[in-house]
């Protein structure tokens, strides 16, 4: 298959050789937190501690300033194999897979280091052959060795892989037992490539922090401070250095801030919730997105097998809640009417329209209906107590649901979900955590429910959906942390296993359809993810400053600065406006 091409104070700044070194999918804050007007004026003052107001690229180039969701203080990691704490610009500013896979086409992947790929006719080989001349930040040369040791390290050998070979400087053979034809989005485009002549020496993968990295994408790391870090244009990229020379990710605790600094112009790029677009779109300088992908779930530490806790562990306690909430409501109080509906079969709809088994399963109930929750749990045997809830043995259920302190719309849309489930008899008490707070335990599996954003597959084929989140093969016992996946959930269900190893096994429509029928009929019983809706994945940027960013008409990446490789296709296209 041919693929077409596409400072604060107190900063440290690097400086590393070639030899040097050192031995936060995808997280997205939509909320609309109320912060102080004199902390959001101390920040921005702040920001000029160690940048040069022009950039680096001469005194008339403007650094580019993103907001992507961290808060302060930021981690200091770059390291691609931690997922969920490494800094935004890790994954595709730094570090790149060999192919883009644009969530929002149906188009062929665009080669990064990638430059062609074929499978072998019973799909369990796959030949790719990367560019030619390529090098790694630090002036080593990039070869089809660095490929080969990726796929063989770490966490990215997957259960079915067999071995990952060089055949020569631009060609890599990876070979498996079982075909992987569905696989190609997340074996090409979720991998990060790395130097071996660096990882080679890492033992200990998970616990690196990497504040030295050496990668192969259109920036490099200039300087980092808990407040902000600074990337540079990679003068040895291979498409030429970006036209955007200097690039800062800044840390905030709301997303007020932000929007008081995006419409000051202390800001270039932020992707957050705005209840009122208008009010920062309004001068014209600033455009705005609005695409409606990725799910907000109730995930619920689903599996007591694996070590779960709680009500929520009884699929007839989530079903209840799951028609006990006004979705509708949610989404016009808590998301101010910008969110979409959500889907039980987590397929995006109409996207995916040939992979929903049931025209049933294309939204989730929008209305409340109180007597058929009610319905549900006095099937699975539970009884209504003197204060209208409902329990078993003289307990009533009582369940503890999350969102992170600041994100306004979660917090708000959990307090609806707790009103509403108390009227068909439901205790659920909703409460607010700190951002570390928030991701340690979801990893952990420390937890009964949480608002939790989960993100929309790159193709338009759910499979990665179904492989991330539901396949026990991508899911630990409480107490671990999930390396082969996100299944935070810890559902695991034999049937939905079979069905997504016969996915990942051909390319035939029909035999996919009925794998992925098998899994909808299951998932959207089970519901160890309680839809609730669409995010409103609303995308700000400076088009007065900057030229380039995707529009309605080329939607060439979602222009969302949080998303993996996303974020370094669209800088890559940018150019200082004249």
């Known amino acids: 298959m041919s693929i077409d091409p596409l400072r604060t104070a107190n900063c440290t700044t690097f400086h590393a050789t070639k030899h040097e070194r050192n031995a936060e999918m995808t997280r997205t804050k939509r909320s609309l937190a109320v912060a102080l007007a004199a902390g959001a004026a101390a920040i921005a003052l702040g920001m000029t501690g160690c940048t040069p107001s022009a950039g680096g690229g001469g005194d008339d180039a403007p650094v580019l300033r993103i907001w992507a969701g961290s808060a302060t203080p930021i981690n200091n990691n770059f390291n691609p194999f931690a997922v969920d704490t490494a800094v935004h610009a890790t994954f595709g500013v730094i570090y790149e897979p060999l192919f883009f896979f644009n969530q929002l086409s149906a188009d062929a992947p665009v080669g990064l280091i990638g430059d062609s790929y074929e499978y072998s006719e019973d799909g369990r080989t796959l030949t790719v052959t990367i560019k030619p001349g390529l090098q790694w930040s630090d002036g080593e040369d990039l070869t089809a060795d660095d490929v080969a040791f990726t796929f063989g390290y770490g966490s990215n050998k997957s259960e079915q892989f067999v071995s990952a070979e060089a055949t020569d400087p631009t060609t890599v053979v990876l070979t498996y037992t079982e075909p992987q034809f569905t696989s190609a989005s997340l074996t090409l485009g979720s991998t990060y490539i790395i130097p071996e002549h660096i990882w080679a020496d890492i033992d200990d993968f998970m616990a690196e922090t990497n504040p030295e990295p050496v990668g192969s994408g259109p920036y490099v790391l200039k300087s980092f401070s808990d407040a902000a870090y600074t990337v540079e244009a990679n003068e040895l990229f291979r498409d030429g250095a970006p ?144 204060d209208g809830f409902y329990g078993k043995g003289g307990t009533a259920i009582e369940i503890d649901l999350f969102s992170p302190d600041g994100w306004t719309d979660y917090n708000d849309a959990a307090k609806l979900i707790s009103e509403q489930a108390a009227e068909a008899g439901i205790r659920i008490n909703a409460r607010t955590v700190s951002d570390a707070e928030y991701w340690t335990p979801i990893q952990s599996g420390d937890f009964q429910m949480a608002l939790y954003g989960l993100t929309q597959s790159l193709v338009a084929d759910p499979y990665s959906n179904y492989h991330e989140y539901f396949a026990g093969s991508s899911t630990v016992k409480v107490g671990e942390s999930p390396l082969d996946g996100q299944n935070y959930a810890r559902y695991s269900n034999p049937a939905v296993d079979a069905a997504v190893l016969a996915a990942g096994a051909t390319q035939d429509v029909a035999t996919k359809q009925a794998a992925y029928a098998t899994i909808q009929t299951e998932i959207a019983r089970d519901l160890p993810y309680i839809p609730v809706v669409l995010n409103a994945s609303q995308s700000f940027f400076n088009t007065e400053k900057f030229s380039g960013w995707p529009s309605e008409d080329d939607l060439y990446a979602a222009p969302l600065p949080y998303l993996a490789v996303a974020n370094a296709v669209v800088l890559a296209h940018l150019t200082p406006a004249k």
């Open 243 to 386: 036209a955007v020379t200097e690039v800062q990710y800044l840390g905030l605790d709301s997303n007020q801030s932000s929007q008081d600094l995006l419409t000051t112009g202390k800001i270039d790029w932020v992707g957050q919730f705005i209840a009122n677009p208008d009010a920062v779109t309004g001068a014209g300088d600033i455009t705005t997105l609005n695409l409606q992908q990725d799910p907000t779930t109730i995930t619920t530490c689903a599996n007591a097998d694996l070590g779960c806790k709680g009500p929520q562990t009884d699929p007839a306690v989530r079903q209840a809640i799951n028609v006990a909430i006004d979705r509708a409501t949610i989404a016009d109080k808590a998301f101010a009417g910008l969110a979409g509906e959500s889907s039980p079969s987590f397929t995006l709809q109409p996207r995916d329209e040939q992979w929903l088994s049931d025209p049933e399963l294309a939204t989730s109930p929008q209305e409340a209906d109180a007597a058929e929750a009610g319905a549900i749990l006095e099937a699975a045997g539970y009884t209504k107590d003197a």
